[in-house]
Nanobody, 128 residues
Framework: EVQLQASGGGLVQAGGSLRLSCAASGPTFDHYAIAWFRQAPGKEREGVSCITTRDDTTYISDSVKGRFTISMDSAKNAVYLQMNSLKPEDTAVYYC?????????????????????WGQGTLVTVSS
């Protein structure tokens, strides 16, 4: 099972940008769905974006569409979440998660119980 390390969070003013990284360690980076989730204080964890490593297919939540972009670097076994035009409501702990052997599969990437590996989370705080 792949191990994940999320990083890149921090404090940023509204309108600013951050890039989160999810580094994966393991024998292969192929055939994974790698997703980003976030959990704001007092709220449930929600899916933000997902990428299928086999074919680069990506999905993005409506709440961040047009502002966030997911990408990957197979050579580095890393997935990135570029976050632009950040808003205070984007404040949350961001987690990356991996599901081996299946694609993101559209809206089903939101199902947290399909992911066998989770990173430790990285805090993003957006000030107004």
């Amino acid at each position: 099972e792949v191990q994940l390390q999320a990083s890149g969070g921090g404090l940023v003013q509204a309108g600013g940008s951050l890039r989160l990284s999810c580094a994966a360690s393991g024998p292969t980076f192929d055939h994974y769905a790698i997703a980003w989730f976030r959990q704001a204080p007092g709220k449930e964890r929600e899916g933000v974006s997902c990428i299928t490593t086999r074919d680069d297919t990506t999905y993005i939540s409506d709440s961040v569409k047009g502002r966030f972009t997911i990408s990957m670097d197979s050579a580095k076994n890393a997935v990135y979440l570029q976050m632009n035009s950040l808003k205070p409501e984007d404040t949350a702990v961001y987690y990356c998660a991996a599901d081996y052997g299946r694609p993101c599969a559209g809206r089903y990437y939101h199902q947290m119980d399909r992911y066998g590996s989770w990173g430790q989370g990285t805090l993003v705080t957006v000030s107004s």
